[in-house]
């Protein structure tokens, strides 16, 4: 879970359904290094092996950028091609909530 400075907590997680598999497959860069500091870019990339696929893969990679370091996380997904496969990002909170 992600907290910016106002409050607003984002949570990026997957929602396990059946027959499907969403986890994290790889970091680089250490989390910690991201604490009290301004994220300068954040992004999302989605590959995917193509929808309605017997056999169907998703790969996902969040990148964070602060100033001096970086976090990669690398997800995959894979499922029959019915199921979801993707990275879930929830904001909790809302604008000027507390």
């Not at 893969?57 to 995959?76: E, K, P, Q």
Request: include cysteine.
């Amino acid at each position: 879970m992600l907290t910016t400075a106002s409050g607003r907590k984002i949570w990026i997680h997957h929602d396990q359904d059946c027959c499907e598999s969403v986890r994290i497959e790889d970091t680089q860069g250490n989390w910690h290094e991201l604490i009290g500091k301004v994220i300068v870019e954040a992004s999302e990339d989605v590959r995917s092996s193509g929808p309605r696929c017997s056999e169907s893969w998703t790969r996902t990679t969040l990148t964070f950028r602060v100033d001096g370091a970086t976090v990669i996380s690398r997800w995959i997904g894979e499922s029959n091609g019915y199921y979801s496969e993707s990275v879930d990002i929830e904001e909790l909170t809302k604008r000027g909530a507390q």
